[in-house]
């Protein structure tokens, strides 16, 4: 609902309206594990029952040539019946509930919200205040899934949890018009980001067949995490269509969400175990820079005024506070410290093309060093470092020539300079993943029906 009103010749807007959202969220799977586990005199079966014709004579850039014959897992899978009947395959029960009830959840999510907005317009200024308040409530049911020392059973026990909070959530906005297409903004706002769903069920997985244990534990007790925003942005409007933005931001964050992988623990209930689990953080804190231009270059003369521009760049630097086990104080998690677009465009008369170039620094993946296991001493950017994402620069491109008015030709091509996509640990040279994708093309014929005149 909004309402218009006057504060003497002061044009002003007062909005309100609220919201439920109740969503019930789960996972129900089953997933069969056949192998030899429990068959005291398992029959052989080769391989070569199952082979394909795929062979690669440059494998992974000819670092496996003559890749091949490799298995087809249709043939295998469609095998199946007559594997267990032979003697060869048999259901590992134990295996099957372990990788299938540790996923298994049920989550109800209710979120109820209220706002109201106020805003009044006085000279060159235009003011906007609002006011949001939320309250979430959350029930949880996850499971612990525990295998024995040998792996012939496997027990699950159901785990409960509920969860409520509430959240004020405030915002000003001040506009002040410089002339009649410059103006400055300075913005203070509350927000909120609640936890991804899976990551509140209160599951355990402990597989007692590895040394050192290896546990996965979901944190019920998870809050979200807040952040006051303080942004101040200078906005000048071209013509005959563009756009100039340049501003500067600080994030205060409040109990951030982190992802931990730490190979050992040295305290706690799992003390020399491998565990993965998520926490809330200290405060942290997060400020940059950040530029974007837009505009269709129209004034150029004959065919160069179909050509236009569109770029961004963001500069970020962050300090994630303290993380357990540790007496660094690491950047923020999955937080480039560079990033921009650049992407010519031009459309003339029946013909629209695109050319997007994307880059985002490197960052970190998931926190995994701690003091204690840096055994080497070679410090963050040793072997035993955070896991990092690679740096990724991607070139894409898209064109469509319209043919008639209801059908155009599609043409689309991504990745086509087949960037790397990885992880690496503390330094690039301790590679632990690397994938190239090659690129991706795309054709086709898109038909809008149009009244014809």
């Known amino acids: ?202 599951y355990v997985t402990m597989d007692n067949s590895t040394n050192p244990l290896t546990i996965s534990v979901g944190n019920p007790d998870l809050k979200p995490e807040h952040a006051n ?53 200290a405060d942290a804190q997060l400020y940059g820079f950040e530029a974007a231009y837009i505009q269709h270059l129209g004034f150029l003369p004959g065919l160069l005024n179909g050509f236009g521009i569109s770029a961004n760049y963001t500069w970020t630097n962050s300090s994630a506070g303290h993380i357990p086990l540790r007496s660094d104080i690491p950047k ?7 990033s921009w677009n650049f992407s010519p465009t031009y459309d003339k008369g029946r013909l629209s093309t695109r050319l997007g170039v994307t880059y985002n620094g490197t960052s970190i993946y998931q926190y995994q060093y701690t003091n204690a296991n840096d055994t080497a001493n070679l410090g963050v950017r040793g072997p035993a470092g955070d896991n990092y994402l690679y740096a990724h620069l991607q070139v894409d491109a898209q064109a469509s020539v319209r043919m008639t008015n209801s059908i155009s030709v599609l043409v689309q091509g991504l990745n086509l300079t087949n960037e790397v996509f990885g992880f690496y640990n503390g330094s690039p040279q301790y590679v632990t993943q690397r994938e190239f994708y090659k690129p991706t093309y795309t054709f086709g014929l898109r038909w809008e029906p149009r009244r014809e005149n």
């Open 1 to 202: 609902m909004a309402r218009n009103y006057h504060v003497g010749s002061h044009f002003s807007t007062f909005e309100y309206g609220v919201k439920v959202r109740n969503a019930h969220k789960g996972q129900d799977a089953y997933s069969p594990v056949y192998d030899q586990a429990f068959l005291s005199n398992p029959t052989t079966v080769l391989m070569t029952r199952y082979l394909s014709g795929f062979r690669n004579n440059n494998y992974y850039f000819n670092a496996y040539p003559s890749y091949g014959p490799v298995t087809d897992y249709n043939k295998i899978s469609g095998d199946l019946n007559n594997l267990i009947a032979e003697g060869a395959l048999a259901l590992d029960e134990p295996a099957t509930i372990f990788g299938s009830a540790a996923s298994n959840f049920d989550l109800t999510e209710r979120i109820s919200s209220a706002y109201a907005m106020n805003t009044i317009e006085f000279g060159h200024f235009r003011l906007q205040t609002g006011l949001r308040f939320e309250v979430t409530q959350l029930d949880i049911l996850g499971y612990l899934v525990t295998n024995n020392a040998t792996s012939t059973e496997s027990t699950v026990t159901p785990q409960p949890a509920n969860n409520w909070y509430w959240n004020p959530l405030p915002s000003v906005q001040l506009r002040y018009s410089l002339g009649e297409d410059t103006d400055i903004r300075a913005v203070y706002g509350r927000g909120i980001s609640r936890p991804n769903p899976y990551d509140l069920v209160p």
């Open 229 to 281: 925003n303080y942004d101040l942005l200078f906005e000048q409007y071209l013509k005959p269509f563009g756009l100039l933005q340049a501003g500067v931001f600080y994030k205060q964050l409040y109990a951030p969400i982190y992802y931990i992988n730490n190979p050992l623990q040295t305290t706690g209930p799992y003390a020399g175990d491998q565990l993965s689990s998520i926490i809330n953080g």
């Open 332 to 338: 923020l998690q999955r937080q480039a410290p560079v």
